[in-house]
């Protein structure tokens, strides 16, 4: 079973450019979370979406970001314009549910956005 | 303010030596869960802890929730340098919340 994939691994684009970020959550996990790194900081919540909807989004810095679920499958973030805070590594997550209440989270590889 | 505080944040160690790595918080959390993250990687679960005092054991890796569920521990026995890696705790605030808190992490380093 193939695990949570993100496109692309490594992207670089200069300040007020757009860069969209994808996620391929585990097939059936109906569950998809963002998260980020940036530099020297842990990892914090952006945003959780049940199917299509979105379940919480209190992690989002700022209207400069947008996530989408189409149809309850891939998911993209995209950051537009983006600024050099926005540099960091993306972390996309998904679950199928929970077992007590408890939701356990599998991580894709990541993606490194560059903001120069 | 940091919610969940890792200890140590660099450990350097020789191949079977022993070693404990810390995750302490204020804060009660419904479940915990330990991470291991390599370069260029996600971070790749090992294990959740739910029930305050819950001991479990992944070969060579034992994690402990403490009694009150504020914090969390992981020790590893007689270390290879496979376990080398980045350790992460993350906990969750309330029950059926998806929402994870990440500690600042432990970079383990085991010389052969």
Redesign the interface.
């Known amino acids: 079973e193939a695990g949570v994939t993100q496109f692309p691994s490594h992207s670089v684009i200069e300040k007020g450019q757009t860069v969209t970020l994808r996620c391929d959550p585990i097939s059936g996990h109906d569950n998809l979370y963002w998260y980020r790194r940036v530099m020297g900081k842990e990892i914090k919540f952006l945003l959780h979406f049940v199917k299509e909807s979105k379940q919480d989004e209190s992690g989002m810095p700022n209207n400069r970001f947008l996530a989408e679920r189409t149809g309850g499958t891939y998911s993209t973030l995209k950051v537009q314009p983006a600024e050099l805070e926005d540099s960091g590594v993306y972390f996309c997550a998904s679950s199928q549910g929970s077992y007590r209440g408890i939701y356990e989270q599998y991580f894709g590889p990541g993606t490194r956005l560059t903001v120069t | 303010t940091?919610l969940?505080e890792q200890s140590p944040q660099f450990l350097s160690i020789q191949e079977g030596e022993n070693l404990t790595v810390y995750c302490n918080s204020s804060s009660v959390f419904?479940?915990l869960?330990w991470?291991r993250q390599e370069p260029?990687?996600?971070?790749?679960?090992l294990v959740?802890v739910?029930t305050g005092g819950e001991v479990k054991k992944l070969k060579r890796l034992t994690f402990q929730f403490g009694d009150a569920r504020k914090d969390s521990s992981l020790h590893i026995t007689a270390a290879q340098p496979g376990d080398t890696g980045l350790y992460?705790c993350?906990g969750?605030r309330g029950?059926?919340t998806?929402?994870?808190?990440?500690?600042?992490?432990t970079r383990l380093q085991v010389f052969p």
């Open positions: 940091q969940l419904s479940s869960q991470y260029g990687e996600g971070p790749v679960l959740t739910v992460l993350a969750a029950y059926n998806d929402k994870l808190i990440f500690g600042t992490g």
